[in-house]
């Protein structure tokens, strides 16, 4: 079972991540926290809130996470697209520590 969590955890925080994915990862979050269809159904009181509680709580802290980055990077910087088709090249000089 922790298993499965890990796996949607790292699948939903890198889609978000992802600026193709961002706003269809939000709308499908929002859609399933309104939609009376659910994993455990909210007619069933505590048990039916915790699959919304965890996805509102996942939601707010992946959105506060990039709101927040994206307000303290400097105006003259871009953010970087973590893409290995971008076409950069960065040349390292490195040196050997002992």
Same mark, same amino acid.
Request: glycine letters at 6%; hydrophobic letters at 50%; charged letters at 20%.
């Given at each position: 079972?922790?298993?499965?969590?890990?796996?949607?955890?790292?699948?939903? %925080?890198? +889609? &978000? %991540? +992802? $600026?193709? =994915? %961002?706003?269809?990862?939000?709308? #499908?979050?929002?859609? =399933?926290?309104? /939609?009376? @269809?659910? @994993?455990? $159904?909210?007619?069933? $009181?505590?048990? #039916?809130? @915790?699959?919304? #509680? @965890? &996805?509102?709580? &996942?939601?707010?802290?992946?959105? /506060?996470?990039?709101? /927040?980055?994206?307000? +303290? %990077?400097?105006?003259?910087?871009? $953010?970087?697209?973590?893409?290995?088709?971008? #076409?950069?090249?960065?040349?390292?000089?490195?040196?050997?520590?002992?």
């Amino acid at each position: 079972m922790k298993q499965l969590v890990d796996v949607f955890y790292a699948w939903y %925080r890198t +889609n &978000l %991540r +992802n $600026p193709k =994915y %961002r706003w269809l990862i939000i709308f #499908g979050t929002l859609t =399933y926290l309104l /939609s009376p @269809i659910d @994993i455990a $159904p909210d007619v069933f $009181p505590i048990v #039916g809130w @915790i699959d919304d #509680g @965890i &996805l509102i709580t &996942l939601l707010i802290a992946e959105v /506060s996470q990039l709101m /927040s980055g994206a307000l +303290n %990077r400097p105006e003259d910087e871009a $953010p970087v697209a973590d893409n290995a088709d971008a #076409g950069v090249v960065v040349d390292v000089k490195a040196q050997e520590v002992p």
